[in-house]
């Protein structure tokens, strides 16, 4: 079963990047993942603090705000799509995940429709 895992930075450090995760040890993780043969897809994002917001109210008119202003403190900072047999491995995998260590992994199933 596919489980999507989001990224949530608690905070951005000085270069937008998240805070309490160093370089090698998202390589490492990237490396454990695809090594696991349950990578499907994923992306780390530019910096947590580029974001554009797009809103579009029941007339149809847009509002565009800069910045990553949400309801949440969180920033979200990338996405691993994996394909593991159950929740409980996908949990798993996302407590291992360097993002889950000051800030937190959301893990949802992939909808499968059929196709």
Do not use: H, Q
Not at 16 to 31: I, M, N, Q, S
Not at 95 to 101: D, E, I, L, T
């Amino acid at each position: 079963m596919k489980y999507l895992m989001l990224i949530m930075a608690g905070a951005a450090d000085e270069n937008g990047g998240a805070a309490g995760c160093t370089v090698e040890d998202w390589v490492a993780y990237d490396e454990e993942v695809k090594g696991a043969g349950i990578f499907v897809s994923g992306e780390s994002l530019a910096d947590l603090v580029t974001a554009t917001t797009v809103r579009v109210d029941r007339d149809g008119r847009r509002t565009v705000t800069d910045g990553p202003f949400a309801e949440s403190r969180e920033l979200l900072g990338g996405f691993y799509v994996i394909d593991v047999p159950d929740l409980d491995a996908a949990l798993d995998w996302a407590a291992r995940c360097p993002g889950s260590r000051d800030g937190a992994v959301v893990v949802r199933p992939v909808a499968d429709f059929g196709g």
